[in-house]
């Protein structure tokens, strides 16, 4: 009876206000069966953009069918590259690249488009593109990209009257630089192999960071042409004078960063999942994680396997940067968590603020709450910025979990990508029916995530 009444209240809702950007969700069952992942979207971004350093047209593979690549794509447009998309392909003519200046609009849309420093700098030596500025998961400065521009004789200056960053290459030809990173950031890495990539003899980055989507990166570039390795941290630039189309269209690797999601569906769900396309290596903590909380991962033929096998244990898990527990996984792992027996914490030290789902999963019933980690030294552990004014004792960058909870439904509000997928698998869990309000914010990462889901078994419905 009560259901009943809830549904109703959920659809007119749903109706009233946000028409066309809404999941309705039916949970409370085990999803089960096969899905593939589509092209990873942290890849996909970078070699559209990387496709500006050369002078013929490109081709790419397993670009997803997501928001963000479309939005980027109206961005290089909008600055005269011509693009041609056939579902997962994609090809870049960056022969008509007429301008240095990013629009507010498609800036303020797309927030790699500060990458476009690489390309721009080198075809124009100089670049005008607004601050990426923050988002809901954190202010996300892009100081240290700016010190790495520097180093190569980069001269860039941010005007808080325009909210633009105006760069420039000191005197003419642009040469290699020897940079150590403060700390690691991933776009920033790739940004400064982009930029080395062409520039005159050797380059050396340190402390660089690892993720494998940085080294799928650098095999497109070694493809075209580029002289780049990487050892741990240390990344070594020997420029060339121009990059090669490759013969074949350069297929990007699998979104590992989606296999997490799915697994989480198969878990948190009581069900079992095989995510094709991924191997047990590419989220080694993360399987390791499901593997101390009790939860079956097996590899089978092209893809992982996971399978619920019984009740799951409180497991804790700290996010750091590759290697580590990626900080894309710990919103779906906090889900599985409000299903484990007793309590565990998720300590974020990535982004300063990715609980974006915690509200909405407290609707459902979930107990978290937060709490203040014991820390050394908080400069050294965290990756966002600290400076001696943010008061530590005030951040939420941890929380506990506990469990088991019988979820019921509600209506939920995505508040950043991976938040999305959060309350997306929460909503499954949950026992009626739910309503999330931002499909289109899920959309910006998940290629079609509803289309995946019914084929595992969900009730799910766009409206
Ligand atoms: N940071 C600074 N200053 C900088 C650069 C980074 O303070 O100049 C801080 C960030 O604010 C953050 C931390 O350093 O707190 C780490 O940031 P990093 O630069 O490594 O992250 P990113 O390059 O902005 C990429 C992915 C993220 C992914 C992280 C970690 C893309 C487009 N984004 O972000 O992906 O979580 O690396 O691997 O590649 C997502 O897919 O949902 C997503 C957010």
């Given at each position: 009876?009560?259901?009943?009444r809830i549904c ?9 206000f946000?028409?066309?950007d809404a999941f309705?969700?039916?949970g409370?069952?085990p999803l089960?069966g096969?899905v593939?992942?589509s ?6 971004l970078k070699v ?5 350093l050369?002078r013929?047209p490109?081709?790419f593979?397993n670009i997803p069918?997501?928001?963000d ?6 961005l290089?447009?909008s600055?005269g590259?011509v693009v041609?998309?056939?579902?997962d392909?994609v090809?870049?003519?960056p022969s008509g690249l007429?301008?240095y200046t990013?629009?507010?609009l498609?800036g ?5 488009s500060?990458m476009l420093?690489?390309?721009l700098?080198h075809?124009?030596?100089?670049a005008l ?5 923050g988002c809901?998961i954190?202010a996300?400065?892009i100081?240290?990209?700016i010190k790495m521009?520097?180093?190569f004789?980069v001269d860039?200056?941010?005007n808080?009257?325009?909210?633009y960053?105006?760069a420039k290459?000191?005197?003419g030809k ?5 940079y ?21 003899g050797?380059?050396?980055i340190k ?5 494998p989507?940085i ?5 497109f570039?070694n493809i075209?042409?580029?002289k780049i390795?990487r ?5 070594e ?5 121009e990059l090669?189309?490759p013969?074949e269209p350069y ?6 960063n989606e296999a997490?999601?799915y697994?989480?569906?198969a ?5 079992d999942i ?5 191997v ?7 399987v ?6 009790g ?5 089978i033929?092209?893809g992982v396997?996971f399978?619920y096998?019984?009740i799951?244990?409180?497991t804790?898990?700290t996010?750091l940067p ?5 900080t ?5 792992w906090a889900v599985l968590?409000t299903?484990?027996k007793g ?15 915690v ?5 459902l ?8 980690p014991?820390?050394?030294d908080?400069?050294a ?10 008061n ?7 929380i506990k979990i506990t469990g088991?909870t019988?979820?019921h ?5 995505v508040?950043?990508?991976r938040?999305g ?7 499954c ?9 931002g ?5 910006r990462?998940?290629e079609?995530?509803?289309?995946k889901l019914?084929k595992l078994?969900a009730?799910i419905q766009r409206?």
């Amino acid at each position: 009876m009560s259901g009943i009444r809830i549904c109703n209240t959920h659809c007119k809702f749903a109706k009233q206000f946000l028409m066309e950007d809404a999941f309705i969700v039916k949970g409370g069952k085990p999803l089960s069966g096969t899905v593939g992942l589509s092209g990873a979207k942290n890849v996909a971004l970078k070699v559209l953009i990387a496709a500006l350093l050369f002078r013929d047209p490109v081709r790419f593979s397993n670009i997803p069918n997501i928001k963000d690549i479309s939005e980027l794509i109206h961005l290089l447009e909008s600055l005269g590259v011509v693009v041609k998309r056939d579902k997962d392909r994609v090809e870049i003519d960056p022969s008509g690249l007429n301008s240095y200046t990013v629009d507010l609009l498609h800036g303020s849309k797309t927030r790699v488009s500060f990458m476009l420093f690489a390309p721009l700098l080198h075809k124009f030596g100089e670049a005008l593109i607004p601050n990426p500025g923050g988002c809901r998961i954190g202010a996300r400065p892009i100081d240290r990209h700016i010190k790495m521009l520097e180093s190569f004789q980069v001269d860039a200056q941010y005007n808080s009257n325009t909210g633009y960053y105006t760069a420039k290459v000191n005197g003419g030809k642009l040469k290699g630089s020897n940079y150590i990173f403060d700390k690691p950031t991933h776009t920033g890495t790739e940004l400064a192999i982009m930029f080395a990539a062409l520039c005159h003899g050797k380059s050396v980055i340190k402390n660089a960071a690892q993720e494998p989507e940085i080294d799928d990166l650098i095999s497109f570039l070694n493809i075209a042409g580029a002289k780049i390795a990487r050892r741990d941290s240390t990344i070594e630039i020997e420029g060339v004078s121009e990059l090669t189309v490759p013969d074949e269209p350069y297929r990007i690797m699998f979104d590992r960063n989606e296999a997490p999601t799915y697994a989480a569906f198969a878990l948190a769900t009581k069900g079992d999942i095989t995510v094709k396309g991924v191997v047990q290596s590419d989220i080694y903590h993360f399987v390791n994680k499901v593997k101390e909380t009790g939860g079956g991962v097996e590899t089978i033929d092209g893809g992982v396997r996971f399978f619920y096998k019984g009740i799951l244990k409180a497991t804790d898990i700290t996010t750091l940067p590759h290697p580590g527990f990626m900080t894309d996984w710990q919103g779906p792992w906090a889900v599985l968590m409000t299903q484990a027996k007793g309590t565990s914490t998720i300590h974020e030290t990535v982004f300063e603020n990715r609980f974006g789902y915690v509200s909405e999963l407290k609707k459902l019933s979930a107990r978290i709450e937060y709490f203040q980690p014991q820390i050394d030294d908080a400069k050294a552990l965290y990756q966002f910025r600290i400076d001696d004014t943010i008061n530590l004792s005030r951040r939420r960058q941890a929380i506990k979990i506990t469990g088991p909870t019988t979820l019921h439904n509600g209506a939920l509000y995505v508040n950043d990508l991976r938040a999305g997928a959060t309350v997306l698998i929460a909503a499954c869990v949950a026992r009626g029916e739910s309503v999330v309000l931002g499909a289109s914010t899920i959309d910006r990462g998940y290629e079609h995530i509803e289309e995946k889901l019914r084929k595992l078994g969900a009730n799910i419905q766009r409206v």
